[in-house]
């Protein structure tokens, strides 16, 4: 049987295990959220249409952009289709940045640290500073420019 006949009849749950990547379980979970839906049974293993391959392909994207199965699950109609509000994608791409931002400053001042002369990170006011700045969690780029003049 050819791929395309393959993909044009309903797919049960190991065939779409395998095409997409995602495990049974998580398959199972994400119909459990409504996130995906089968539509029926042959024997006692679960039927999609093989159109769920694109919407698990759109859940994975939101997964690895941060977005959790809730707010994933506010992204497709009632229908099934994608209904994406680009205002919450901006303000994703917002947190991202300052979480990259808050990643950078942390690698620098990681980096500062394992390069820093002195005698001990605890002498070094630029590792001080970072240990102040992660234990009330407002590690900024701002707060650690000696790290970027130690490279």
Do not use: W
Not at 12 to 41: H, N, W
Not at 119 to 139: D, I, K
């Amino acid at each position: 049987m050819s791929a395309r006949k393959r993909i044009a009849a309903d797919l049960d749950i190991v065939e779409v295990a395998q095409l997409s990547g995602v495990p049974a379980s998580a398959l199972r979970y994400y119909e459990e959220k409504k996130l995906i839906v089968s539509t029926g049974r042959r024997g006692l293993r679960r039927l999609f249409d093989p159109d769920v391959l694109e919407r698990l392909a759109l859940i994975a994207l939101g997964r690895n952009a941060g977005f959790s199965l809730d707010e994933i699950a506010t992204m497709f109609a009632p229908d099934g289709r994608p209904r994406i509000d680009r205002k919450v994608l901006s303000a994703k791409a917002d947190e991202l940045d300052r979480t990259i931002r808050k990643l950078a400053a942390m690698r620098d001042g990681l980096r500062h640290a394992a390069a820093c002369p002195a005698p001990s990170h605890m002498e070094c006011p630029t590792f001080r500073r970072l240990m102040r700045t992660a234990a009330f969690g407002v590690v900024s780029a701002a707060k650690v420019p000696a790290a970027r003049r130690m490279r």
